[in-house]
Antibody
Framework: QVQLVESGGGVVQPGKSLRLSCAAS????????MHWVRQAPGKGLEWVAV????????YYGDSVKGRFTISRDNAKNTLDLQMNSLRVEDTAVYYC???????????WGQGTLVTVSS | QSALTQPPSASGSLGQSVTISCTGT?????????VSWYQQHPGKAPKFILF???KRPTGVPDRFSGSKSGNTAYLTVSGLQAEDEADYYC??????????FGTGTKVTVL
């Protein structure tokens, strides 16, 4: 079965950096686009970024553009999110999500909590 | 990209139906067939329940159905069961490789 396991979350000060990772298994990772979606405590879902199946295209939400970088390693079945210049408002659970088509989020990880606080 | 607008809450009795709206613009919901819906129970990851407005992934009961009119999409849950009590989110593809979620609706089963 599909498994997506995020890691790398924790507490970080504003302005600092953090790198999230997602280990994928149970499907052909190199064939699917992958997203990061986040959810602030008690709030709704927010799309963060997408990377094409082959890594050739990457797109970002307005709130993270220029600060976050999505990447993947198809040989290792891993997805990463490099988060720089973190802000208090980046505090959220970050989900690694398998995508299909145009914005179909078909499988979700359990999420990893990022807390940005001084 | 602004979030799609959903009512904060909706409710229905056991066995009855509830319909949730998801309003966007011609740049997202109104402009594409790529509207999907997600169910989220407290403390859990969201679950994919509808795609391309009306289609159900394998394993999702046919009690869940979708439609769209203009810039508004709808999710209807028929024959409400206790386990349907959850938060529901719509999502849409938007112009120039953007993706947007709805604000979320908490469904209560009375």
């Amino acid at each position: 079965q599909v498994q997506l396991v995020e890691s790398g979350g924790g507490v970080v000060q504003p302005g600092k950096s953090l790198r999230l990772s997602c280990a994928a298994s149970g499907f052909r990772f190199s064939s699917d686009g992958m997203h990061w979606v986040r959810q602030a405590p008690g709030k709704g879902l927010e799309w963060v970024a997408v990377i094409w199946y082959d890594g050739s295209k990457k797109y970002y939400g307005d709130s993270v553009k220029g600060r976050f970088t999505i990447s993947r390693d198809n040989a290792k079945n891993t997805l990463d999110l490099q988060m720089n210049s973190l802000r208090v408002e980046d505090t959220a659970v970050y989900y690694c999500v398998r995508g299909r088509g145009y914005g179909e989020y078909i499988d979700w990880g359990q999420g990893t909590l990022v807390t940005v606080s001084s | 990209q602004s979030a799609l607008t959903q009512p904060p809450s909706a409710s229905g009795s056991l066995g009855q139906s509830v319909t949730i709206s998801c309003t966007g613009t011609s740049s997202d919901v109104g402009g594409y067939k790529y509207v999907s819906w997600y169910q989220q129970h407290p403390g859990k990851a969201p679950k994919f329940i509808l795609f391309e407005v009306t289609k159900r992934p394998t394993g999702v009961p046919d009690r869940f159905s979708g439609s769209k009119s203009g810039n508004t999409a709808y999710l209807t849950v028929s024959g409400l069961q206790a386990e349907d009590e959850a938060d529901y989110y719509c999502s849409s593809y938007a112009d120039t490789n953007n993706f947007v979620f709805g604000t979320g609706t908490k469904v209560t089963v009375l």
